[in-house]
């Protein structure tokens, strides 16, 4: 079975450029999760949807970052304009009902 | 303020050496804590719900204990391949379905 797909894998780009993560979650999943990873802070939950629909914002760092989830199998997360501090791995996760969450692979996001 | 951490932040083996990692918690109403493991390169990997204390689950060579105030995960006569990062995380309390997670144990297991 297909697990948690995100794209692209690695991105590079230049401060002050707009970054798009996505996200395709495993079908049938009702909750989708946006993570970032760092040395220094760990795995933090960004934002999280049930059933495509936003209920916890309050982990987005700043107005910079927002994120959608237009259907039940795709979901974007943004920052417009990046940083070189928003430099850190991405995760989409999702679950049926609330627990376990399934991770995917990440986007390793670099901002020079 | 709710903390999940994790001891030792790094463990060396020997291959069929035991030993045991630690998750402390201290949330308002525990509702489940979660051990992943994480492999480099890639995203986290369940192994384990626990949701009361007492409560024990195993796979392989790995076991995971919950009490009121950590849990363990006990490995049994560890692989070089069970080397990975081992995440905990819980979930607490009864209007949230986010999960904290502790900074891992980094374990690497040697032949």
């Known amino acids: 079975d297909a697990g948690v797909i995100q794209s692209p894998r690695h991105e590079v780009t230049e401060m002050g450029q707009e970054v798009t993560l996505r996200c395709k979650p495993i079908?049938?999943?009702?909750?989708l999760f946006w993570y970032r990873q760092t040395m220094m802070r760990g795995l933090e939950l960004l934002i999280y949807?049930?059933?495509?629909?936003?209920?916890?914002d309050s982990g987005m760092p700043e107005d910079r970052f927002s994120a959608k989830m237009p259907n039940a199998s795709f979901s974007t997360l943004k920052i417009q304009p990046s940083e070189p501090r928003d430099s850190a791995v991405y995760f989409c996760?999702?679950?049926?009902?609330?627990?376990?969450?399934?991770f995917g692979d990440g986007t390793r996001l670099s901002i020079l | 303020e709710d903390q999940v951490t994790q001891s030792p932040e790094a463990l060396r083996l020997q291959e069929g050496e035991s030993s045991s990692l630690n998750c402390s918690y201290t949330?308002?109403?525990?509702?489940?804590l979660f051990w992943y493991r994480q492999d480099p390169g890639k995203g986290p990997e369940f192994l384990f719900t626990?949701?009361?204390a007492g409560e024990e689950k195993e796979k392989e060579r790995l076991k995971a204990t919950l009490t009121k105030k950590e849990s363990f995960l006990h490995i049994t006569a560890p692989k070089p391949e069970d080397s990975a990062t081992y995440l905990c995380?819980?979930?607490?309390?009864?209007?949230?379905?986010?999960?904290?997670f502790g900074t891992g144990t980094r374990l690497q297991v040697f032949p």
């Open positions: 995380a819980v979930q607490e309390g009864d209007n949230t379905d986010k999960l904290i």
């Open positions: 949330v308002s109403g525990l509702r489940g």
């Open positions: 996760a999702s679950s049926l009902g609330i627990q376990p969450q399934h």
């Open positions: 079908s049938g999943h009702d909750y």
């Open positions: 949807f049930n059933n495509n629909v936003p209920i916890d």
């Open positions: 626990l949701y009361s």
